[in-house]
Every structure is written in C-alpha cells, then in structure tokens.
C-alpha cells in the first residue's frame, strides 16, 4: 500500500507477536502446578500453561484455542531461530579460533 512519499511493501502480512518471545527463566512451579510435561518445559512452556487451559475447558475443540496455539508455535519457531544464530555465532567463534592458531 502506499503511504505518503513512500511505498511499503507488506510481504505475507506477518506481524511479530510480542507475546511469542522465548523466556529462559521459567517458572517451575507454575509449570509443576499446570501438569505440563517435563519434555515440554523449555523456553515457551509460560504459554503452553494457559494452551493447555484453554484446550482443556473447550474439551480440545480444534476450532477453540487458535489464538493461543498460534502464538505458542511462533515462541517455538522463534526459540528455533535463536538456537541457530547461537549456532551460527558459535561457529565463527570457533573457524577465528582455528584461524588464529594456524
């Protein structure tokens, strides 16, 4: 669309959700008292505890829920970009290393 002297190009419509960050301090408790799994307590279980909920009180009504799901798998597919940047990092870290040693 166009908006005064520019031209802003809106490519997929994709708004980043400030909801959706992955959170490394979690709360233990909260999650031990909200049954979430063990497997699943990584860095996006603080919105799996009211998914969870939710699909609980809607008897897992696929239709129900689509707001908290979604936001949970874009904290997942964030928390999987971060992993790879970590990645990325980590290996220019280590070829400067080897680099320097030779």
């Given amino acids: 669309f166009h908006t005064g002297s520019q031209i802003t190009i809106n490519m997929g419509g994709h708004h980043a959700n400030p909801h959706a960050k992955p959170v490394a301090d979690q709360d233990n408790e909260a999650m031990a008292n909200a049954r979430v799994p063990i497997a699943f307590r990584d860095t996006c279980a603080h919105l799996l505890i009211p998914l969870n909920k939710c699909r609980r009180e809607t ?44």
Avoid: D
Wanted: aromatic share 12%.
């Fill in 59 to 102: 008897w897992w009504n696929p239709n129900q829920c689509g707001h908290e799901r979604h936001t949970y798998e874009e904290c997942l597919y964030n928390s999987y970009l971060q992993r790879c940047e970590a990645k990325v990092q980590e290996n220019k870290i280590l070829a400067e290393r080897a680099a320097a040693e030779n």
